[in-house]
């Protein structure tokens, strides 16, 4: 189980987990509900909707809404939320521990893909909650959040998608996305993240080899 630092957990979490594994052996990774700390009974994550391929965007269901019971029901989903997920012990030894590469953001994203690549599932349990303190650890907006963002979306398409779909993918990141978040950081004299977001772009020119 992966299980971020600045969470706190419910009352037999864990039990969900468990049977959510005995029942469905098809599934490698069982995702919480997670709340927001500091807004209590408000959503953070509820399971999450596939990620699209070109954009790199997906989203997470209930996201910032009050929990009134609306995302009760588990089921399998697209992607775990990497404050707390647990994945199975075969899963793990078929596909492999998550990739290092990463450090921070995206690397939760990039291990569910692997999985499903092999052939598991991503089992939601709502009657797990966890309730997050969301970056606290690097700070809700910080250089070093922003560098680690901007770096691993792009590293995130050069492992996970290939062909046409790659080409497309990092065209978009590097001539839409980029920009456009580059420029308004300069717009609103966020300097110090303009700088962290170029020089997240500019690892990649010093690592233009594939990270497998």
């Known amino acids: 189980m992966l299980?971020?630092?600045?969470?706190?957990?419910?009352?037999?979490?864990?039990?969900?987990?468990?049977?959510?594994?005995?029942?469905?052996?098809?599934?490698g990774v069982v995702a919480s509900k997670i709340h927001f700390s500091h807004s209590p009974g408000v959503i953070q994550y509820a399971g999450s909707s596939n990620m699209n391929p070109y954009t790199l965007t997906s989203f997470a269901n209930g996201w910032g809404k009050m929990d009134q019971g609306q995302f009760d029901e588990p089921g399998y989903t697209a992607l775990a939320h990497g404050a707390a997920m647990t994945v199975s012990r075969k899963a793990i030894e078929q596909v492999g521990l998550m990739a290092e590469h990463y450090f921070l953001y995206y690397e939760e994203l990039d291990w569910c893909l692997q999985l499903q690549k092999a052939g598991y599932k991503t089992w939601f349990a709502p009657e797990s909650l966890i309730f997050h303190k969301e970056s606290m650890s690097t700070g809700k907006q910080s250089p070093l959040k922003e560098y680690f963002k901007t770096r691993n979306r792009l590293?995130?398409?050069?492992?996970?998608?290939?062909?046409?779909?790659?080409?497309?993918?990092?065209?978009?990141l590097l001539l839409i996305a980029n920009p456009f978040h580059l420029i308004k950081k300069l717009l609103k004299g966020q300097y110090s993240l303009a700088v962290a977001q170029l020089k997240g772009l500019l690892w990649h020119l010093s690592n233009k080899a594939q990270v497998q």
């Open 3 to 27: 299980l971020n630092n600045d969470t706190t957990v419910s009352s037999n979490f864990s039990r969900p987990i468990i049977e959510a594994f005995r029942k469905h052996p098809e599934v």
């Open 155 to 172: 590293l995130l398409a050069r492992r996970q998608f290939f062909g046409l779909q790659r080409v497309i993918c990092i065209t978009y």
